[in-house]
């Protein structure tokens, strides 16, 4: 790898300073900040994975890094800017020939950045929430790259960060760190390459952002990523589970696990996506690996001062130690947490409730019954969509997600009426058969008028579910008693009250269940 650096860029850095401009520097990139605008200079370095030592591949990347980021910041980038060289030293634009290219950005408030967020304390559960729609969104929109996630690719990208990382071995990584995550990611692909070949076989490998990090995110009006890689298609595009286990690796990095896992929960609901849980493991050892890679080079960095190679090295130790501790089980055994109830019961209120406190994904059989019919969540379904062969695919399926998440040693929700033992059952042995726990919750609202009011509701307005006041009694009359499901724990909620107080109580209830809080978890 060569750093590329010469009197002229010395010359460049100082003159673009000028006016006091904030300079801050990474591995790829001078950033010169104003009040209002912010100008980005590629350094002409070949690190390997990126090559900007010539003008022409510098003004080439500029281009694409602005018709790259403008598909999640399409107010941010405001184009390429030729930097010429005069009689006044290098300037953005100027009448003389062009030397160099910089990315125009309009500049970002720094207090909405993530990251800057998570600092004050002011990052919540709900703002990535959001985050995880927009993504959603965008990846499903986004081409698919299956060729970009064969196991050939992913053992590749995973020798080559191993290699670029090797020259820190006994320095910023100790020896036993490097071979145990190696082995780690090695083994997860040579042990589980079927499950990498259905993720590509679900069309699960987009073309994305790459980089999706806290700095890079901004709570606006709508959450607004910049940043994206734009270098190495082989770095932007890859498995969706791989793209947001960046951010959930940074939030396990500022201690915040609550938040990741409310995240990822988030995202696969949003995307339908319970198999992410399959990878996910691997994606935030290689993420938090490849953070460790990038803070090294800088921390090796000659020309960077002694404060920022000083604060990468620490940075790039602790990414290399979370790498490590990624390959291991979580302390506790997850649960699994049925909620049933008569239609128009809350059930799904309370589940999304309790999802959101527990920082758990929620399996709705609302969702799936319309992906598995090929509709939008708020698409209305048909009749057919409820004959019993059809409900029993929806249970079948509830199994399979509830199955994969648990496996990759995480909680699970529930959310489906349960109106037959039989599938109260299969959701306790799902739990039993993988040494979790088992809790079955029902969402009980006795006053009949209520339940009519809210199905009444849904006749106007845009609704998952498709049931109605008039199928009401129907059900109610085929509804088979609440029962515990081979003995374990049964739990009844009336909710009947608001949704933030049936909330509550259920939580007041599982709590003594060793059921606690995302929060609370965190903080024990």
Known sequence: MSAGMNNESDDLVRDLQRGGAELRTTHASWVFIGRDDV????????????DYRTPEARRHWCEEEVRLNRRLAPDVYLGVEPVSRGARGHVIGGDGPAVDWAVHMRRLPDEAAASSLLARGALDADSLARLADVMSTFLEAAPVRSELGTLDVLAANVAENFAQVEPFVGDLVDAGTFAEVRAFQTGELQRHGDV????????????????????????????????CIEFNERFRCGDVASEVAFLAMELEAARRPDLAAGFLARFAEASNDFHLYSVLDFYLSYRAWVRGKVAAFVAADVTASAVVRRDKRAEAARNFALARSCAGRALDPPVVIAIGGLIGSGKSTLATGLGRQLAAPVVSSDRVRKAQAGLAPTDRGGAALYEPAAVDRVYRQLMIDAATVVDAGRSVILDATFSTGRWRDAAAQVARDRGARFVLVEARCADRDILRARLASRRHAASVSDATDEQLAGMADKFEPFAAAGGAPHVAIDTAAPPDAAVAMALAALRPLGVVPAADRCAS
């Open 196 to 227: 990498f070949r259905a993720r590509v076989a679900a069309r699960r490998i987009r073309e994305g952002h790459g980089d999706l990090r806290l700095e890079h995110v901004y709570f606006l009006r709508r959450p607004t990523v910049i940043d």
């Open 39 to 50: 100008w980005k200079v590629k350094r002409p370095v070949d690190l390997g994975f990126l």
